[in-house]
């Protein structure tokens, strides 16, 4: 089972973060739990369950930023109700937000952090395993073998992402 004990210090309460709004923006990380109401909602709504290891991060940590104080990128882990709506083209996700950028369309796709306003990682839906292989953007841009080792790298390297952006655009020309 994946461990996502590394980033349980990041791990707020609500409370916490409306007493100390102007100091959480400039922590490293922020995380807000996840109800374990709100993750059967969201899977209600998609009329699957989400996948194993998706479903351990949200119990184990939550959502949140990952290296928030990057001013050039989102670094969102997405809500579960808000990979719901990404997956159902619902609220800020209709009217052709993603279908404008056209590269998450596949129904396999299921966009779970948000590194900047348009570039997504996702997981593909089609893999059956306990670990979720992550990937950034396009299907040739295999980020890492599971959510762990995504989020492991990532902490080491903030810029990782920003290297497979350059690599996903150029491939796009």
């Not at 210090?9 to 007493?19: F, G, K, M, Q, R």
């Not at 159902?88 to 590269?103: T, V």
């Not at 390297?157 to 491939?171: G, I």
Request: net charge negative.
């Amino acid at each position: 089972m994946a461990d996502f004990s590394f980033l349980k210090p990041y791990v707020l309460t609500e409370a916490y973060v409306d007493a100390h709004y102007e100091e959480v923006q400039f922590l490293k990380h922020s995380f807000l739990p996840v109800p374990e109401a709100r993750l059967a909602q969201a899977e209600e709504k998609l009329g699957f369950s989400l996948p194993e290891e998706l479903k351990a991060f949200y119990y184990q940590v939550g959502y949140g930023y990952l290296h928030q104080a990057q001013e050039s990128s989102h670094n969102r882990l997405m809500y579960p109700l808000d990979v719901a709506a990404a997956y159902l083209r619902q609220g800020k996700f209709e009217n052709g937000y993603l279908a404008n950028i056209g590269l998450y369309e596949e129904p396999y796709k299921l966009l779970f952090y948000e590194a900047q306003q348009g570039c997504f990682a996702w997981l593909d839906l089609r893999e059956k395993k306990p670990t979720s292989t992550v990937y950034y953007i396009g299907e040739a841009d295999k980020v890492a073998d599971s959510i762990e080792a995504f989020l492991l790298a990532y902490e080491a390297q903030p810029t990782l992402l920003q290297e497979f952006s350059a690599t996903s655009r150029a491939k796009l020309r």
